[in-house]
């Protein structure tokens, strides 16, 4: 007998739900300071290096006071390298310094600051915001589907948003690979939050075993 979906969509929600955005201490909402935040992160977390130290960097770059594109912008470079370098984020901290001040004033002389005007831009079409993003420096297309990943969650036009490497997990969980079948999987649970725990269960084994660990535990199997 195969496993029941709707539980292993719950159990891996309930362990390993939490979005990226969350676990570097950002209060997601949408206004111009989260979300540049978020933008920040997403550029950190689609380099070929370790989630949690992009995670630790973009908390490194908070701590820091670079929490806006003025202050990015207006920071100096070797500042901006020191603080990439706290959080660990050792093997592109140059080259990435250089890109968050060139997208920080990027992001000031086009936008003012505030990606709520990309977004405007965009008349709230995803597939354009997802173009706009990826013309700030470091940002293409993996960095573009991290941030509407998490941004899904204060941008509802974009939701659901499940990108190839959310479908993979799924794959792995023996999921659809649909994302409105997702979706009705996880109930009440915010397609962010799935987005984000699906991208979990992707890049590390160890969530995926866990979930169905707990998916097949005897225990209450109604849906409520």
């Not at 050792?90 to 990027?106: I, K, M, N, S």
């Not at 977004?119 to 991290?146: N, S």
Request: charged share 30%.
């Amino acid at each position: 007998m195969g496993r029941d979906q709707r539980r292993v969509v719950r159990a891996l929600v309930d362990a390993h739900g939490q979005t990226y955005a969350e676990e570097a201490g950002i209060r997601l909402k949408d206004t111009p300071q989260p979300l540049y935040r978020l933008l920040v992160l997403a550029h950190l977390l689609s380099a070929r290096i370790s989630a949690s130290i992009a995670v630790a960097a973009a908390r490194a770059l908070g701590e820091a006071g670079l929490r806006d594109p003025r202050r990015m912008a207006g920071a100096d470079w070797q500042e901006r390298v020191d603080a990439l370098g706290r959080g660990g984020y050792r093997r592109y901290d140059e080259r990435t310094a250089t890109q968050l001040g060139d997208g920080a004033g990027l992001l000031t002389e086009r936008w003012g600051g505030d990606l709520r005007r990309l977004r405007e831009e965009a008349d709230g079409e995803v597939p354009e915001v997802r173009r706009l993003l990826q013309e700030f420096p470091g940002v293409g297309p993996t960095g573009a589907d991290i941030f509407l990943r998490e941004a899904q969650l204060v941008w509802p036009e974009a939701a659901p948003y499940l990108d190839r490497k959310a479908l993979r997990g799924a794959e792995r969980l023996g999921l659809p690979a649909a994302p409105d079948r997702l979706v009705a999987l996880a109930g009440r649970a915010e397609p962010a939050v799935l987005a984000a725990a699906l991208v979990r269960a992707a890049v590390d084994k160890d969530v995926a075993e866990d979930t169905l660990d707990r998916a097949d535990r005897p225990g209450d199997r109604s849906d409520g």
